[in-house]
């Protein structure tokens, strides 16, 4: 038996046990890996956007980039201590219907 073949075996040895048997992880990996696809294609479409369409400047770019950091500044102390006190599957769910509809919103306001 080669290498590979035996390589390829223990893979699907560790596929078929653990954490990939139980549905409920394999669908929250999944959801997780989506929303952060989804959250860098955004970034970089709004960046594109603000180059391309806007003509923004490198000092614009330079305030585009930092705003994207301060709603955790401001924000993600007071909403960690109220998230802690809530269910997190919902939270998790509603937090990235917000970020598309936001995301959403960007087209449909340079219209």
Same mark, same amino acid.
């Given at each position: ?31 997780? *890996? ?12 709004? *960046? ?64």
């Amino acid at each position: 038996m080669s290498r590979i073949e035996m390589a390829s075996q223990a893979v699907m040895r560790g596929l078929s046990t653990g954490l990939w048997t139980h549905p409920r992880f394999v669908a929250l990996w999944a959801a997780q *890996t989506i929303s952060h696809m989804g959250t860098h294609v955004g970034a970089l479409a709004l *960046t594109l956007t603000a180059i391309l369409i806007l003509n923004a400047t490198p000092a614009q770019m330079g305030v585009l980039g930092a705003a994207r950091f301060l709603p955790q500044l401001f924000v993600s102390l007071f909403a960690g201590a109220l998230v802690d006190r809530l269910p997190r599957r919902p939270i998790m769910i509603a937090a990235d219907l917000a970020r598309a509809a936001l995301l959403l919103s960007i087209p449909v306001a340079a219209a």
